[in-house]
């Protein structure tokens, strides 16, 4: 994949706060129930299992997945040594869903990342680097 992350010599967008944005007249379960759809008819139809990476975004969005795509959820990735290794219980699901590192993903195809897109693994496997540089 390759791949690096790196500062911008000049600034590529300026986001400007103001009380009138449209942004605050959408609930945030609104736009979650909006990405779950999507990816419930688009993506999830073609896997027979997948991996959640996102946080307490995924874990909502798996909540309010339809019950033969939370069976598909493989389990949650995550980086956090806290939370690796612990089941994830939840209320809508009766079973414990394995919170794994997120380099011990079976299928990378496989990985759904509830919050951004695809450089996961460059930000990630920077972050181990820096991580490991700093111990030494």
Known sequence: MGGAVDRAEKVLMVYRYHATAVTFSVLPATIRRCKVD?????????FK?????????????????CPENQDK??????????KIGRP???????R????????????????CNFMCAR??????????VARSNRSK
């Open 88 to 94: 994830y219980n939840c209320r809508e699901s009766p």
């Open 96 to 111: 414990n869903i394995p919170i794994l590192h997120w380099s011990e993903a079976k299928d990378e195809a496989n990985r």
């Open 49 to 65: 299992g997948f991996s959640m990476w996102g946080g307490k975004e995924a874990r909502d969005a798996f909540r309010i997945m």
């Open 38 to 46: 999507h990816l419930e008819d688009s993506l999830l139809k073609g």
């Open 119 to 128: 450089v996961e693994r460059n930000l990630l496997e920077d972050c181990d």
């Open 73 to 82: 959820l493989t389990c949650f990735l995550d980086i956090d040594p806290k």
